[in-house]
């Protein structure tokens, strides 16, 4: 589980995050949306500890991710929006590393790779250096280097950004897998589609701060929107900036 409790953060004048708090429970998928600016990216850096937070605690199954940050990113797998690529290694060896680095012993770590190289159906470049590859190409491999030491919360920042339709099919009966696997998966997304086929909450944050935290259901309900994206427009609108 991933619970986040008032994090606020600030660049400089900018108050990016405003004592943002939710949960993200095991199980369930958990949409992170809201327009550009307004907070995700930094509220997703904190989780996987690439920021500190100013204020507020962000634990992952239970441990902080200040404090304890070791830990706390042991239990996590993290696909960043535009993850870089060993450009020299080949996708086989840029997953290998990443488990490696993340303690997969390495009697284990050959079984690990190849079981995600099928599931991901990157097989035809598995072997090739990955400088050169295509934004799909790229994405599926930075997607199985954050899967390959079978964490129990996976956190995913846009992944079918470059993705064609059916790459796009394929990562989202992954990610109910994931789901029916027990895991915790917060994921943002910019397609409305895709957020309504596959979250079972959604937070929408808007000018750093929490504009509304319910099902698809709630919150049509809430913003008295039929559509999710007029739903989303309306939430955002709720959120007076200061």
Sequence with gaps: MIRVSGISKS??????????SFEAPDGKIT?????NGAGKSTTLRILYTVLRP??????????????DSLAARQRIGALPHGAGLYPHLTARENIAYYARLCGVTKDRVDARVENLVNL????????????GFSQGQRTKVALARSLVHDPKNVILDEPSNGLDVMATRSLRELILRLKDDGRCVLFSSHVMQEVAALCDDIVIIANGRVAIDDSADGIRKRTGCEDLEDAFVRAIEMVEPT
């Design 11 to 20: 660049f400089g004048d900018v108050r990016a995050v405003r004592n943002v």
């Design 31 to 35: 949409g992170l949306l809201g327009p």
């Design 54 to 67: 100013d204020e507020g605690q962000a634990t992952i199954d239970g441990r902080d991710v200040v404090e």
């Design 120 to 131: 991901l159906e990157i097989g035809d470049f598995a072997d090739r250096k990955t400088k």
